[in-house]
Structures are given as C-alpha cells and as structure tokens.
C-alpha cells in the first residue's frame, strides 16, 4: 500500500523559509507526477506546485510563483517544498499526493505564518 507522510511545518513570522517534505513508501516517487497541495482554513483544497517523472517542475500558480520550488530527492524517495517570502495568506494545511490525486491523503503538515 502506497502511503504518504508530510513533515517540516510550522509556524513562521512573515518573510521566512519553511522546507516541506513527503516520504513516500510503498512506491517509486518518480512513478507519477506528483504535486504539493494546501488547504487554507475554511477553504478548498488547492494545487500549489507540481514536479513531472522527469524530475521538472512546470507548474506553479502565481499565488507562489518564485517563493517555492519544488523538488525529488531520488536518495530519500522524498519530494521537497522549499517555500521562501512567506506570507500570512501562505497559512494552510500542505499536503503531497500525485497530480491527479490517486493516493490516499495523508495527514498533512501545518504551516502557520504570523508575527
């Protein structure tokens, strides 16, 4: 069974760096395009980054554009999200699955920027 954990939030004044990881087992993590999802209180579920097989990123939305990179760590079976610039609207649950959401969610990681 495919499983996948988040680690690396927090809480985080404006401005700073949080580096987000997603252990995945069961399952090569390059099988599938994978992606970094985040879930801001009260609202949906939303695509933040996606990264192909080929280990590329080619997606990111504007919201985040150029403050978080997206990354595969082949060694670890773990893909990264370096977020940089943080801003209070940033605040979200994040979480990693495929880019069509294939996987079971797993339980996230809470990330919280405020002074």
């Known amino acids: 069974q495919v499983q996948v954990v988040e680690s690396g939030g927090g809480l985080v004044q404006p401005g700073g760096s949080l580096r987000l990881s997603c252990v995945v087992s069961?399952?090569?993590?390059?099988?599938?395009?994978m992606a970094w999802y985040r879930q801001p209180p009260g609202e949906q579920r939303n695509l933040v980054a996606t990264i192909n097989t080929a280990g590329k990123p080619f997606y990111y939305p504007d919201s985040v554009k150029g403050r978080f990179t997206i990354s595969i760590d082949d060694a670890k079976n773990t893909m990264n999200l370096q977020m940089d610039s943080l801003k209070p609207e940033d605040t979200a649950v994040y979480y990693c699955n495929t880019w069509r959401a294939t996987l079971d969610w797993g339980q996230g990681t809470q990330v919280t920027v405020s002074s």
């Open positions: 069961g399952r090569d993590i390059r099988a599938n395009t």
